[in-house]
């Protein structure tokens, strides 16, 4: 049977035979109106086409129920992972996620900034660029809405709840030296925190662990293409000849996907098997990792309990949580976890 159409709220609520303020009250919350109310504008949604715009009545209110999403790139594993999770996590919630990407990009960055402060989001959840970002744009977000970053930050009194680099990373440099011989650590462009922490962990290990610290730095400038930078790199090298070691840990799993490559175009054999070429290692557990050729070994960063974590800390915000904000630490470092595969 054909639906019957509604263009306005006003046209809907006359046809369920109910006052506007009581279809409005029903699509805050339908346990608000009485149950045969309910029932009523339930049964009369199932045969209308009707859908609420709930954007434009969100802007009507001081408070939305939309939440801003903020990551350097929807393209990198990591973050779509993320966004998946804070997603899923804030519908449940009751909550309406808004997605922004900044592509890598500080303009952009600071565009989607404007514009969560313009749509008057309850919140945000952000994982600024780093380097790039404009620290006066987050500190004037920070002033306006209740915000958490989540994997990077910018300084200052804003939660984060991020990786524990140090630890993550002395794991799997232990693992690597007590398996086989001691890793050289390939970097990347240093675009926020994480990466001259983990860099750091690395040698800090090293040292302590009585071998000398091999670090191939970046050729690369300021960007996010990091499967570009490691073949391109990886490859230069293997033309010349300058391969320092034959266990290569890399800074991050994408930079490991390059790596890789060029290993393989270059003929070699990438594993920890005898006779293998080459032991490459990384770091995060992107969604792809197992379905490398080998397997990446890999730190895994805490998905669960970083979206958790994170999602938890905005509601406190928000009044939706039974925690005072006053309990709310300012940093929250979750452990990494090591993923043993084929490929080290």
Not at 302 to 308: H, K, L, P
Request: proline share 6%; net charge neutral.
């Amino acid at each position: 049977m054909e639906k019957l159409t509604h263009r306005t709220m006003e046209d809907f609520a006359k046809s369920c035979g109910v006052s506007r303020p009581t279809l409005s009250k029903y699509f805050d919350d339908p346990t608000s109106v009485k149950p045969a109310t309910r029932a009523l504008i339930e049964a009369a949604l199932r045969s209308s086409d009707y859908q609420p715009n709930l954007y434009a009545r969100n802007l009507n209110r001081k408070r939305t129920r939309n939440v801003g999403i903020l990551v350097p790139a929807l393209t990198d594993p990591f973050y779509a992972e993320m966004v998946n999770r804070l997603e899923l996590r804030l519908r449940n919630e009751g909550y309406w996620p808004i997605v922004f990407s900044s592509h890598g990009l500080p303009e952009l960055e600071a565009e989607a900034v404007s514009t969560m402060l313009s749509l008057k989001v309850a919140g945000v959840l952000a994982a600024p660029l780093g380097q790039k970002s404009d620290p006066r744009a987050f500190e004037k977000l920070a002033q306006n809405l209740p915000v958490v970053y989540f994997d990077t930050y910018i300084e200052g009194n804003t939660p984060f709840i991020g990786n524990n680099n140090y630890q993550s990373v002395a794991t799997i440099v232990e693992y690597l030296c007590r398996s086989g011989e001691p890793p050289a650590y390939f970097d990347i462009p240093h675009v926020n925190h994480n990466s001259p922490e983990r860099l750091a962990s690395y040698v800090a290990t090293m040292k302590a662990s009585g071998f000398e610290p091999v670090v191939i730095k970046t050729n690369a400038a300021y960007t996010w293409d990091f499967e570009r930078v490691g073949y391109e790199q990886m490859d230069a090298i293997l033309d010349a000849k300058k391969l320092p070691r034959k266990t290569i840990l890399c800074a991050n799993d994408r930079l490991a996907f390059g790596v890789m490559a060029a290993a393989f175009a270059h003929g070699l054999k990438v594993g920890r098997k005898k006779g293998d070429d080459l032991r490459v290692a990384a770091h995060d557990d992107h969604p792809l990792s197992r379905y490398t050729c080998p397997p990446l070994t890999t730190m895994a960063q805490d998905f669960a309990s970083m979206t958790a974590n994170s999602v938890d800390t905005l509601l406190t915000f928000l009044g939706d949580a039974e925690a005072p904000a006053a309990t709310i630490a300012l940093k929250v470092s979750l452990d990494g976890t090591l993923v043993m595969r084929q490929s080290a």
